[in-house]
């Protein structure tokens, strides 16, 4: 058993930011993360021995040097103010105890976790609780989508990121929302050809939105650097336009385009077919509530992102006492809102156990709620403009494999849905979808459409899969 005043799970931005605030105000901290390094996808940093698609690096970090001691700092998804190098910076001073490579599958009450990492199975127990778990990229299935070489957007940065390596030489990125700018900036860099990039959101969205992010010159210089890549490139940009499509035989050598209208469905006679050796999908964004749902949270339904988020007060606080969430896990708002709904998170938490008095609370977190409350207008913006439309869940044919631990099609699960019952859970036992090493993190939101589609109730009134331990596999051994 291991104890922390505060535990925070999640090393991406908001975790890291919690983390930091909550050591710098003397706090005992434990961050937890399954990933072997920190930062998240926003900072995330290359692996041991690799600087960028095609470089090696000629060092490798020695076995036995310290965790801390050893993140190295790279300006990958950097901001042009440097929090994200500094905070990664800040981990190197040994006061917060690093967790790296550590899956919290379970917990035993509000909060002590169940963890698994290098050294087996452990338990943390903590004061308070930092649920900052991030987000992964919007699962959308359509024919052809299991097929190798297609991947999610945030596969295809990690694998350039991460391990120096290129998806493809012609690679095919098609999606929505402005992820997709610093993804084909990845790819352009590490030397790929983008064959086109398909924004599935008409330039009328954009255009109708657009004078509402007057004022956030940051964002909009950034979102100007990513556009004079793409023109440097010679990247062929189609608005209006989704994956129809992948085709090929032991992997993907083509996709084909379609025009769409204003709900994302597809327009007769527009298919261009385009020959590739990867695709790259992304859609958006699910926040990863796992966890949240675990402890008991109460949730509330998140309209843009079609999903359940945990419900949460100006401090970040969640119903359930010494809960607190931070980041994408309590809705999708990018790295500026992570940074400071981290911030936020820890100063209330240390508020909760007596560390700040309410005066001091306030003077340090007036601030940074006037700073998250900027940020999260920009991502309303956002969110409105590039939110998923209905016809891109009608691109499933029967025969698309929506749950692929299980192989479980689109066709089974329409087959399986009970009219007037819009019950996702109910659909396992008869199909088995969701029931694979994922629990249902892929297929479920994708299951959540197909029982609103065919039941016609509200997506919000479908009963999703539910959420038990393991969270993560757990080794037979390692469980007893």
């Not at 990492?117 to 930092?130: I, K, Q, T, Y």
């Not at 290129?166 to 997709?180: E, I, N, Q, T």
């Not at 819009?422 to 939101?445: F, I, S």
Request: positive net charge.
């Amino acid at each position: 058993m291991t104890n922390a005043q505060i535990a925070v799970v999640g090393a991406g931005p908001a975790g890291l930011a919690a983390a930091a605030t909550a050591a710098d105000l003397g706090l005992r901290v434990t961050l937890v993360d399954e990933n072997g390094l920190p930062g998240g996808q926003f900072l995330r940093q290359p692996l041991p021995g690799v600087r960028k698609a095609g470089e090696r690096r000629n060092e490798v970090r020695p076995p036995t040097e310290s965790v801390s001691s050893s993140i190295e700092v790279h300006k990958t998804g950097e901001r042009r103010d440097g929090t994200g190098s500094r905070l990664l910076r800040r981990m190197r001073r040994g006061d917060v105890e690093l967790r790296l490579g550590t899956a919290v599958w379970g917990v035993d009450d509000e909060r002590t976790l169940w963890l698994l990492g290098p050294e087996g199975m452990d338990r943390l127990e903590a004061r308070a609780l930092v649920v900052a778990t991030g987000a992964y990229d919007r699962p959308v299935a359509f024919p052809g989508w299991t097929l190798p070489g297609v991947m999610t957007a945030g596969a295809a940065q990690t694998l350039v990121k991460s391990s120096g390596v290129l998806p493809g030489r012609r690679v095919l990125l098609a999606g929505s929302g402005p992820f997709l700018l610093p993804v084909a900036q990845e790819l352009l860099r590490a030397g790929a050809t983008i064959v086109a990039l398909a924004e599935a959101t008409g330039p009328g969205a954009w255009l109708g939105r657009a004078p509402r992010g007057w004022g956030h010159w940051d964002r909009l210089w950034e979102g100007w650097r990513y556009v004079r890549s793409l023109l440097a490139g010679r990247v062929p940009v189609l608005p209006g336009h989704v994956v129809a499509r992948a085709e090929g035989d032991e992997r993907v050598r083509s996709a084909t385009l379609t025009a769409v209208d204003g709900e994302w469905r597809p327009r007769p006679g527009t298919e261009r077919r385009f020959e590739v050796d990867a695709l790259a999908v992304g859609y958006g964004f699910t926040a990863g509530t796992e966890l949240v749902r675990l402890l008991g949270c109460e949730l509330r339904w998140g309209e843009r992102q079609r999903q359940h988020l945990p419900s949460h007060d100006l401090d970040q606080r969640t119903s359930v006492p010494g809960v607190l969430v931070a980041g994408e896990a309590g809705g999708i708002g990018g790295a500026e809102v992570a940074f400071a709904s981290g911030r936020l998170a820890a100063l209330a938490a240390a508020r909760e156990l007596g560390v700040l008095a309410p005066g001091g609370f306030e003077r340090l977190a007036a601030p940074v709620r006037r700073q998250l409350a900027r940020h999260r207008r920009f991502a309303a913006i956002v969110n409105a403009t590039f939110a998923p439309r209905a016809g891109l869940w009608e691109l499933m044919s029967d025969d698309t494999v929506v749950c692929r631990c299980e192989e479980v099609t689109a066709g089974e699960v329409r087959a399986a849905i009970v009219p007037g019952l819009p019950d996702a859970n109910a659909l396992k036992a008869a199909t088995r979808v969701g029931m694979g090493l994922c629990q249902g993190r892929y297929c479920g939101p994708l299951v959540t459409e197909l029982v609103a589609a065919a039941t016609g109730a509200p997506v919000s009134g479908v009963r999703p899969f539910g959420v038990r331990p393991p969270l993560r596999p757990v080794p037979f051994v390692m469980a007893g």
